[in-house]
């Protein structure tokens, strides 16, 4: 597609659920990132995948939270047993290579609300 | 550790007046430094980048940033504010992160434009 796609674009959960979000970059982008971003707060970093290495889940706020790369292209975010304090809205990004010097393309976001 | 502060959460013009967005940064070394836009339910845009050329950085629509080490500061500038540029504005530094630059955003400053 011609931008980083993300689906859904709204979740509404009840707390105790499992719930996953998905991201399609940009074809051809190695570099995909997580951020998340609470009502009145910048973006926080979850996670980040390069090609085929190892990603950096240093983000990651509790072991509720998991993300997946299949094939070096969509990206699956899960959250497990989901908590009021995970409502927020989820971006994916992709770029080129690791961000640096480089631009990040940001989807629209997922809006997660748990009652 | 490197860190951005916006020293505004909210800043309101009227149309056809300056626009100044301040962002201070720390950076134990010579930063990478950008400013993104996101306006309502979209994703976010890079608007302009600094990356050790030159000082002052022009970017999309008119705006532009200068890098100022002495004041370790990187303020986003307009000369003249338009209603399409109400938005959220982010100030953004690159940092190292076990092999990759990972991108640390500022809680960013709403931008309000008013006729």
């Known amino acids: 597609g011609a931008g980083v796609s993300q689906s859904p674009s709204n979740k509404v959960t009840e707390k105790g659920k499992d719930v996953e979000l998905r991201c399609d970059p940009i074809?051809?982008?190695?570099?995909l990132y997580w951020y998340r971003q609470s009502l009145g707060q910048g973006l926080e970093f979850l996670i980040y995948?390069?090609?085929?290495?190892?990603?950096?889940k240093s983000g990651l706020p509790s072991d509720r939270f998991s993300a997946e790369r299949t094939g070096g292209s969509v990206s699956t975010l899960t959250i497990q047993r989901t908590q009021q304090e995970d409502s927020a809205v989820y971006l994916c990004?992709?770029?080129?290579?690791?961000?640096?010097?480089?631009?990040?393309?940001f989807g629209e976001g997922s809006r997660l609300t748990v009652l | 550790a490197q860190s951005v502060t916006q020293l505004d959460s909210h800043v309101s013009v009227s149309e056809g007046t300056p626009v100044l967005l301040r962002c201070n940064y720390s950076?134990?070394?010579?930063?990478?430094l950008f400013w993104y836009v996101q306006h309502p339910n979209k994703g976010l845009q890079l608007l302009l980048k600094?990356?050790?050329?030159?000082?002052l950085v022009k970017g999309i629509n008119g705006f532009e940033a200068e890098f100022k080490k002495s004041e370790t500061s990187f303020h986003l500038t307009k000369p003249s504010a338009h209603m399409s540029d109400a938005a959220e504005y982010f100030c953004?530094?690159?940092?190292?992160?076990?092999?990759?630059?990972?991108?640390?955003f500022g809680t960013g400053t709403r931008l309000l434009v008013s006729p």
């Open positions: 074809s051809g982008h190695t570099a």
């Open positions: 950076s134990s070394y010579s930063p990478s």
């Open positions: 995948f390069q090609g085929n290495s190892a990603p950096d």
């Open positions: 990004a992709s770029s080129l290579q690791g961000a640096g010097a480089g631009e990040l393309f």
């Open positions: 953004v530094v690159s940092r190292m992160n076990t092999g990759f630059q990972k991108l640390v």
């Open positions: 600094y990356t050790s050329a030159a000082t």
